[in-house]
C-alpha cells in the first residue's frame, strides 16, 4: 500500500471536504432518537492520525458526537478480551445480514436464532450482556475507561441527553432484547443490559477520538504513540474483519468496493476507518443515507481512499 506525505494529504484534505459537504444537502439527520435530530445538518469533518504522530485534519472536526454503533467493535474486543473468541462465538454469528441494523428478521427466520454478528444491534446487546462487572455500573464503566485509554483522553463520557433520549424510545432494541432472553441466548437482567447498551452508544467523541482508536486498530493493537499493548492482535483482527464485512450494514459491499478500508460507522454519522499499518481515521457528517451511514462522510472517504490509492484491495 502506498505511503503519503503527510503535508501532501494536509495541502489536499480541506478541499476534499468542501467537495464532499455537499453530498450531505441529500441525506436525513436520524430522528429515531429525538436527540440526535438536533445534529448540525450540514456538519462535516475528519481526523487523520499517522502511526508517527503526525496528524491532518480538516472541516468541523472538532465538534463532538456520539459513538453510537461505532462502540460496538470495542464492545466487541472487550468481549473477547473477557471471554475467549469460543465462547463469544457461541452466542453470535459471523456473517453479514443483508438487513437493515435494527432488524429482528433473521433472528426468527434462522436456526439457532443468534445474531449474525456482533456489528448489528441484536449481536452488540448480545455482546453487552458478556462484558464482565458486577453491576450495568461496572460494566459500562469497564467500556468508558477503555475507551478513554484508546483514544488517549480521559474527558470521553456519556452524553446524558442522547442517552435519556434513545433509553425513553428504544422500543425496538427492547424488542430485540427480550427476544433475545426468550430464546436463551441473553441472560442476565435484560434491562441492565440494555442499559449499558444505550451508555456505550452515547459516549461522546470527535473525530480526533475516533482517529486514536482507529490507529491502535490499524496497528495490530499496539498503540504506536506510547508504545503500549493495548489489545490482542488476535482480536484486532478479528475486529476488522468484522469493520470490513459488517462494518457499514447492508453497505458494506458496496463500501469495500468504493473505498477499501475497514470502517464502522454509527448513526450520529460518524465513522471510524482506518489504513493498516499507517493511519487512524475520524469522519463526522450527520446527514445518513438510506442506509443509515454518512452521506457525505462516506463520500469523503471514496475521495480520499481513491485519492491517496488507499484500498486495501
Ligand atoms: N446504527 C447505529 O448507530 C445504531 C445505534 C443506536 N444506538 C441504536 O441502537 O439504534
Known sequence: MPSYDIGTIR????????????????????????????????????????????????????????????????????????????????KVGMEPTGDNFNSMLKLELVRPGIPFNPMINAGAITISSLIRGSSPEEVYGRILDFLRVLAGNRQLSCDEAVYRSESETGNLNRSIAY???????????????????????????????????????????????TGNRLIPRRYVQIAKTFMTTCGMYNASGEFAIQVGLPAKSGVSGGILALVPGQYGIGVFGPALNDKGNSQAGVHLLEVISRELDWSMF
Open 11 to 90: 495541502e489536499r484534505l480541506a478541499e476534499w471536504v468542501e467537495a464532499s459537504r455537499p453530498y450531505a444537502a441529500s441525506g436525513r439527520v436520524a430522528s429515531y432518537i429525538p436527540e440526535l435530530s438536533k445534529s448540525p445538518h450540514n456538519a462535516l469533518g475528519v481526523s487523520l492520525l499517522h502511526a508517527s504522530g503526525e496528524s491532518a485534519t480538516a472541516g468541523d472536526c472538532g465538534k463532538k458526537f456520539t459513538m453510537q454503533s461505532i462502540s460496538k467493535v470495542f464492545t466487541l474486543i472487550l468481549a473477547l478480551m473477557d471471554n475467549g473468541e469460543e465462547e463469544v462465538f457461541r
Open 179 to 225: 427476544f433475545l432472553k426468550q430464546n436463551g441466548v441473553l441472560s442476565g437482567n435484560v434491562e441492565a443490559v440494555l442499559d449499558v447498551y444505550f451508555r456505550h452508544c452515547s459516549i461522546q467523541a470527535d473525530c480526533a477520538d475516533l482517529a486514536r482508536m482507529g490507529l491502535v486498530l490499524a496497528c495490530g493493537g499496539l498503540d504506536p504513540l
